[in-house]
């Protein structure tokens, strides 16, 4: 059976006012199975179109557009753009949603408000699966991140947008040209004058560069706070989350079932069916 987005919204608050997160609704709206799906820093919802059909009958899914980035609103305030506010965000959603339980997949970012939401006092979330992050972020990948965070460029044409996201993008791993023709089209928008733009706001650079640590970020305590079944996926050449670091989220708090994927950098992408089989037998296992 073939599955088709619905796209809605919901109203959200900060200290600098209100806005609108957007977020793709797949599978039966009457489903009290959840799953959220939560992208990387600039990428958007749309990346887990594969993944969403694959569990579109299983689940209602819900991929949200993370405050700045795709559909969903830009902040007025740019030092809101932390994972505070995100997770803020989530638990508002959820409200809507009127579900007191979730699962969760995560990917880098996506996986890092996850961790900060399956840590609190009574959280809905009941499985998790953590994509190539965890709760020491290298400096050397934070420092690659910031080299193109922000930087707002501009393209004539798809083909150039798209050769920029290849490069950026280089660690998602082996993909096919329509994929990466497909990653490519998710986050950007055509301008009034014809041109391309990477559609995120340009200003969540600042906190990420303002807050730029001189060692390794360490996370341990909010880590060792969650308790549900939890999956760790590790690209084999992530240089965001170290191998030694998956060793310890394996014995250290939710004790995660890691599963390294050959081949792929940071992150794996969840496109293909290989990487969304490990997924599916996770959550619905």
């Not at 600098?16 to 009290?32: C, F």
């Not at 405050?67 to 959603?93: E, K, N």
């Not at 840590?119 to 972020?137: E, H, L, S």
């Not at 989220?249 to 081949?263: C, D, F, S, Y």
Request: with cysteine; charged share 25%.
């Amino acid at each position: 059976m073939k599955y088709e987005s619905r796209r809605r919204s919901v109203q959200c608050a900060s200290s600098a006012g209100l806005h609108r997160i957007s977020y793709l609704e797949w599978g039966d709206a009457k489903n009290p199975r959840v799953l959220v799906c939560a992208h990387g820093l600039t990428r958007c919802a749309r990346d887990f179109d594969n993944l969403a059909e694959a569990l579109a009958g299983h689940y209602r899914v819900i991929c949200p557009d993370t405050a700045g980035r795709g559909d969903s609103d830009w902040l007025a305030d740019p030092m809101l753009y932390q994972i505070p506010q995100y997770l803020s965000d989530m638990v508002t959603l959820v409200a809507r949603l009127d579900t007191a339980e979730i699962h969760w997949v995560g990917t880098s970012m996506g996986g890092l408000i996850g961790m900060a939401y399956a840590a609190q006092r009574d959280t809905p979330v009941r499985k998790f699966v953590i994509n190539d992050a965890g709760p020491v972020i290298s400096k050397v990948s934070l420092e690659r991140i910031a080299t193109y965070v922000g930087m707002a460029p501009q393209f004539a044409s798809i083909e150039a947008a798209e050769q920029y996201v290849r490069a950026v993008s280089a660690t998602f791993g082996a993909h096919s040209d329509a994929e990466w023709r497909f990653l490519t089209q998710v986050v950007v928008r055509k301008q009034a004058d014809g041109g391309l733009r990477m559609h995120y706001d340009p200003r969540l650079a600042e906190p990420f560069k303002k807050n730029m640590p001189d060692k390794d970020l360490e996370l341990w305590p909010m880590w060792d706070a969650v308790r549900c079944p939890t999956l760790l996926l590790r690209g084999e050449n992530s240089d965001l989350l170290a191998k030694e670091t998956a060793a310890q989220m394996a014995v250290r708090g939710p004790r995660a079932k890691v599963l390294e994927i050959a081949g792929v950098g940071h992150a794996p992408t969840l496109m293909h069916d290989d990487q969304i089989k490990l997924v599916c037998d996770f959550l619905l296992g």
